[in-house]
């Protein structure tokens, strides 16, 4: 089942343009982490951002994370084209004590960025 | 440090046939874990080996299958391939409970 629900599906801006990327979840996490992927290939990873803090910066991303109201945000400044991908949220569910981890991934934000 | 690796890249196979994928975490990591992802589905998780025992498993049938040899590297099998088989499968490794990284993984169809 999907954890993670990334709001919009798809994104279109133009290059220098700031886009911003919303993600909702439903239970308590552990941290949640974006990714991105372009065509198909593999997941880079971006950003974790732990229960306990607030607000990431990592070069051009911003993360946000309000654990009230569940939800997160990724704000990508000044784009560029090659940041034409999609962009997925994914969760890590609170420690079990058993070591257990799994990462639960909306569906995405499909961004698209015009030179 | 090398990232993680998966052989094959592509594979063609036909419905009923088998398949083993192949993943080389990062070196250090002891956690493996296996996603497939389709178009309908998404991202879904398959299975998580640590220390060659599998800790965490998805909601996929007993015809999906795993295991994680010694120097960390793993392997999952898929049994009597359908079509619906057909997916990117991504493999992932994490040191302790910090960002999971992925492979480029491999695009498997099934005719």
């Known amino acids: 089942s999907q954890q993670g629900e990334e709001d919009p599906q798809a994104l279109s801006i133009q290059e220098g343009e700031n886009a911003t990327m919303n993600c909702s979840y439903k239970t308590s996490i552990n941290n949640l982490q974006w990714y991105r992927q372009n065509s198909g290939r593999g997941l880079v990873h971006l950003i974790l951002i732990r229960s306990n803090e607030r607000e990431k910066h990592s070069g051009r991303l911003r993360v946000t994370l309000d654990t009230s109201k569940k939800s997160s945000s990724l704000l990508i400044t000044a784009s560029r084209a090659a940041d034409t991908a999609s962009y997925f949220c994914?969760?890590?569910?609170?420690?079990?004590?058993?070591?257990?981890?799994?990462?639960?991934f909306g569906k995405g934000t499909k961004l698209s960025v015009i030179p | 440090k090398a990232g993680v690796t998966q052989t094959p890249r592509y594979l063609i196979k036909t419905r009923g046939q088998q398949v083993t994928l192949s993943c080389s975490p990062i070196?250090?990591?002891?956690?493996v874990s296996w996603y497939q992802q389709t178009p309908g589905q998404g991202l879904q998780f398959l299975f998580e080996y640590f220390s060659e025992t599998q800790r965490n498993k998805g909601n996929f049938p007993g015809r999906f299958s795993g295991r994680q040899f010694s120097n960390s590297r793993s392997e999952m099998n898929v049994s009597t391939l359908e079509l619906g088989d057909s997916a990117l499968y991504l493999c992932a490794s994490r040191q302790g409970y910090n960002e999971q990284f992925f492979g480029p993984g491999t695009r498997l169809t099934v005719l």
């Open positions: 994914a969760t890590v569910l609170t420690y079990s004590g058993a070591g257990s981890y799994q990462l639960t």
């Open positions: 070196s250090g990591h002891r956690s």
